[in-house]
Structures are given as structure tokens and as C-alpha cells.
């Protein structure tokens, strides 16, 4: 049985040329200081742990992916997507 991480909030950045925003910390617990960093998360997901966001009931995973803007060179870049594939990132708690 895989680790389970229970993701509750997320900090948001605009990104450099001001497109976009890239999720940049992800918290699974209220005060726990500071939150894990994108390649926290993706290293996990690699490694076979599980990253879920629960959202108007539904129960999403977070994915890492290279950004799919243009030009964009970060990775990676974590997402969470529903079933239509509809970007979720934007429906997360903020810190």
C-alpha cells in the first residue's frame, strides 16, 4: 500500500513573464511549516507515493509535468486535473 499524502493547500505564483501561475508549495497539514516544493512532491510520485486533493467531493491526484505553456521551462510543474481534464489547481485552498 502506497504512502498517502492528503494535500489541504497550495501556494500559487505568477510566473515570470506574468501568463501564468505554477503551483510553488503544498501543504498536508495546517501549520507545518514551511510547505513541500514541487520536486518534493514529483520525487515522491516517482518513488510510488501517492499526492490527493479533495475537491467538490471528488478525490484528484497531483501530477508533475513540464509546464504546458510556450516557452515555459519549469519542471517540474505539478497538476491536478478531473476527470474532463479541467485544470483543479485554481479550486485549491491558498496559503
Not at 510553488?24 to 520536486?39: A, F, H
Not at 516517482?46 to 478525490?59: K, P, Q, S, T
Not at 510543474?77 to 491558498?94: A, E, F, N, P, Y
Given at each position: ?15 515570470a ?29 516517482r ?49
Amino acid at each position: 500500500m502506497p504512502t498517502v499524502h492528503n494535500v489541504i493547500a497550495v501556494r500559487r505564483q505568477q510566473a515570470a513573464d506574468g501568463s501564468h501561475e505554477h503551483v510553488t508549495g503544498v501543504w498536508v497539514q495546517e501549520n507545518d511549516g514551511p510547505p513541500y516544493t514541487p520536486r518534493q512532491v514529483a520525487e515522491s510520485i516517482r518513488e510510488g507515493e501517492l499526492w490527493l486533493v479533495c475537491i467538490g467531493g471528488a478525490e484528484l491526484r497531483v501530477h508533475p509535468i513540464a509546464c504546458p505553456h510556450p516557452g515555459c521551462k519549469l519542471r517540474p510543474c505539478l497538476t491536478i486535473r478531473d476527470s474532463q481534464g479541467r485544470d483543479m489547481v485554481r479550486g485549491m485552498r491558498t496559503l
